[in-house]
Nanobody, 115 residues
Framework: QVQLVESGGGLVQPGGSLRLSCAAS????????MGWYRQTTGKQRDLVAS???????YYADSVKGRFTISRDNAKNTVFLQMNSLKPEDTAVYYC?????????WGQGTQVTVSS
């Protein structure tokens, strides 16, 4: 059974940092482009950042310069380092391949940026 399990979310003050992890099991994702997505209540799930199997990255304009996506293919894990967090970064964060596959969505991890 393929699973993507996100972790590392929490409550952080504006300007703070968090590091999210996405651990994959059931298959190797080393050949896939991987993405981090986020969703707030009532809105669609949007791509925040992605990384190709060779390490090329993409960032949404809203997070460029603040977030860094990386991957460890040996550990089948993808990371999202989030710095200089803003209240508008508050959302549930998910990982998936890019383009996303419905069956791969996990539970996500909640990130709340508030003072």
């Amino acid at each position: 059974q393929v699973q993507l399990v996100e972790s590392g979310g929490g409550l952080v003050q504006p300007g703070g940092s968090l590091r999210l992890s996405c651990a994959a099991s059931g298959k190797s994702f080393s050949g896939y482009e991987m993405g981090w997505y986020r969703q707030t209540t009532g809105k669609q799930r949007d791509l925040v950042a992605s990384i190709t199997r060779t390490g090329n990255t993409y960032y949404a304009d809203s997070v460029k310069g603040r977030f860094t996506i990386s991957r460890d293919n040996a550990k089948n894990t993808v990371f999202l380092q989030m710095n200089s967090l803003k209240p508008e970064d508050t959302a549930v964060y998910y990982c998936n391949v890019f383009p996303s596959i419905l069956e791969f969505w996990g539970q996500g991890t909640q990130v709340t940026v508030s003072s």
